[in-house]
């Protein structure tokens, strides 16, 4: 069943349009609440929110929204879109939500919400709460609206829970670290763990002003990152995202490594260690076959998924694997928590970097990736990849990369592009078979 509001990763868009308006928020609020009203106990929902000015907005509306149908509500302010994750779940609340729009420009915006259990909802819950926001959802009796308030320690608690994920018998005493945190949710809280673990902290993104989150900073601009870097004389560099569910890591000479690499290090420290289970990792199918081949090469296995870290986590749950991710830098510890956590994950980097006692370049450069390259065809209408010129096109690109590389053909599930990507060993062949593709797609869609 087609969803009306909810994405891959909850409901998100341009702050004041539809549906990222204060309207919309105040019915998520209710129809949510409404939904996890079960049972006769009191109910509580805990609200966490990166640094756009337009969080104001959205979270106020959310309060009004669920205390309407009965719900107390515990505010956080901004905090890590993890630590609303596991917060839900330690402070035993009925629900959780996470303003943020993660790695987008300021001007957008997203609600996130989390079960009891700290996962994300699954498709049954947020068809439900979409249709209870389609619809009148009974208001509570006077006497029964919910009370709102913040606390002041949920900061505190997710630094204690990050700093309880590192190795007890190390620390990162020495080592000279800088900490990108986009000028977003993890402004404070990441600093502070990584300087309480023993680091020398250089901290850069750490002052926001509502709209200079993800702003030539964090995860996805990490230039600032790896000129800092070195200029500081920096043992490594760690890039987070706007909602810090995401990570990248620069080494000493500032050369950016990107999730793929930074699975494989974790990976194989947890298989020497006889932590890693499932005998290998989840990744998506965007994730490079040098990392594929490097697993095989210390046999372990590489279980790929569609796009999209939701899916990661599936299959890592319903096969028994503890660590998975995405190339973007999406990494799940299932150990640990039940969504990407991009401070978590880079204390598992800095616990191999403590270890080995060797240069980042060193240890976080596990493999050579293979030439890889995507674009992408935007079309006007119909259905490029069921015409019979592009499906032989496509085959016979597949024919030719077999055995040294892979093609990937995908349509976007939000605008009307396809994605085009191949890697091999060759760039020149790869250029030549992407731009085959891309040119029999246009073709088909012109």
């Given at each position: 069943m087609a969803?009306?509001?909810?994405?891959?990763?909850?409901?998100?868009?341009?702050?004041?349009?539809a549906p990222m308006t204060a309207a919309m928020a105040m019915q998520v609020g209710m129809a949510a609440g409404a939904h996890f009203?079960?049972?006769?106990?009191?109910?509580?929902?805990?609200?966490?929110?990166?640094?756009?000015?337009?969080?104001?907005?959205?979270?106020n509306a959310l309060v009004a929204g669920f205390t309407s149908v009965g719900m107390d509500v515990v505010l956080?302010?901004?905090m890590p879109t993890p630590?609303?994750?596991?917060?839900?779940?330690?402070?035993?609340?009925?629900?959780?939500?996470?303003?943020?729009?993660?790695?987008?420009?300021?001007?957008?915006?997203?609600?996130?919400?989390?079960?009891?259990?700290?996962?994300?909802?699954?498709?049954?819950?947020?068809?439900?709460?979409?249709?209870?926001?389609?619809?009148?959802?009974?208001?509570?009796?006077?006497?029964?609206?919910?009370?709102?308030?913040?606390?002041?320690?949920?900061?505190?608690r997710y630094i204690h829970f990050a700093k309880s994920?590192?190795?007890?018998?190390?620390?990162?005493?020495?080592?000279?670290?800088?900490?990108?945190?986009a000028n977003g949710a993890a402004y404070q809280v990441a600093p502070s763990a990584l300087w309480e673990l023993g680091a020398e902290v250089v901290a850069i993104g750490v002052t926001p002003n509502g709209k200079n989150i993800n702003d030539q900073v964090g995860s996805t601009a990490p230039l600032t990152l790896?000129?800092?870097?070195?200029?500081?004389?920096?043992?490594?560099?760690?890039?987070?995202?706007?909602?810090?569910?995401?990570?990248?890591?620069?080494?000493?000479?500032?050369?950016?490594?990107?999730?793929?690499?930074?699975?494989?290090?974790?990976?194989?420290?947890?298989?020497r260690q006889g932590r890693l289970r499932g005998g290998g990792l989840v990744a998506t199918v965007m994730s490079n076959l040098g990392l594929e081949r490097h697993l095989a090469s210390q046999g372990l296995g590489l279980v790929r998924t569609a796009v999209g870290d939701r899916y990661v986590l599936e299959k890592m749950r319903s096969s028994g694997y503890n660590v998975g991710g995405e190339q973007s830098g999406h990494i799940i510890l299932s150990d640990y928590a039940t969504t990407g956590d991009?401070?978590?994950?880079?204390?598992?980097?800095?616990?191999?970097?403590?270890?080995?006692?060797?240069?980042?370049?060193?240890?976080?450069?596990?493999?050579?990736?293979?030439?890889?390259?995507?674009?992408?065809?935007?079309?006007?209408?119909?259905?490029?990849?069921?015409?019979?010129?592009?499906k032989s096109v496509i085959a016979a690109a597949e024919t030719e990369l077999d055995g040294t590389?892979?093609?990937?053909?995908?349509?976007?599930?939000?605008?009307?592009?396809?994605?085009?990507?191949?890697?091999?060993?060759?760039m020149g062949q790869i250029e030549a078979v992407v731009d085959r593709i891309c040119d029999a797609v246009r073709k088909a869609a012109a």
């Open positions: 969803r009306k509001y909810f994405g891959t990763d909850g409901i998100r868009g341009k702050t004041n349009i009203r079960r049972g006769d106990h009191k109910h509580r929902v805990v609200i966490g929110k990166d640094t756009r000015l337009s969080g104001y907005m959205i979270e956080f302010g901004p630590a609303v994750a596991m917060l839900t779940h330690s402070m035993r609340a009925d629900m959780g939500v996470m303003i943020s729009a993660s790695h987008n420009p300021y001007a957008d915006n997203g609600i996130k919400l989390f079960g009891p259990d700290g996962y994300k909802l699954s498709d049954a819950d947020e068809l439900a709460i979409e249709a209870l926001i389609d619809s009148e959802v009974p208001l509570a009796p006077a006497a029964d609206i919910g009370r709102a308030k913040r606390i002041d320690d949920a900061k505190g994920t590192f190795p007890e018998d190390l620390r990162l005493d020495g080592l000279k670290v800088v900490v990108d945190c790896c000129e800092t870097v070195v200029a500081a004389g920096a043992h490594i560099g760690i890039a987070l995202d706007g909602d810090a569910d995401r990570l990248i890591v620069v080494d000493e000479h500032g050369e950016i490594v990107d999730g793929d690499q930074l699975m494989a290090t974790i990976a194989g420290g947890w298989a991009g401070l978590v994950a880079a204390l598992q980097v800095l616990a191999e970097l403590v270890r080995s006692g060797a240069p980042a370049s060193e240890v976080l450069h596990r493999f050579d990736p293979l030439p890889q390259l995507l674009k992408n065809v935007r079309f006007a209408g119909g259905r490029p990849l069921e015409n019979d010129a592009v590389g892979r093609v990937l053909i995908r349509a976007s599930g939000t605008e009307p592009v396809i994605r085009v990507m191949a890697e091999g060993e060759d």
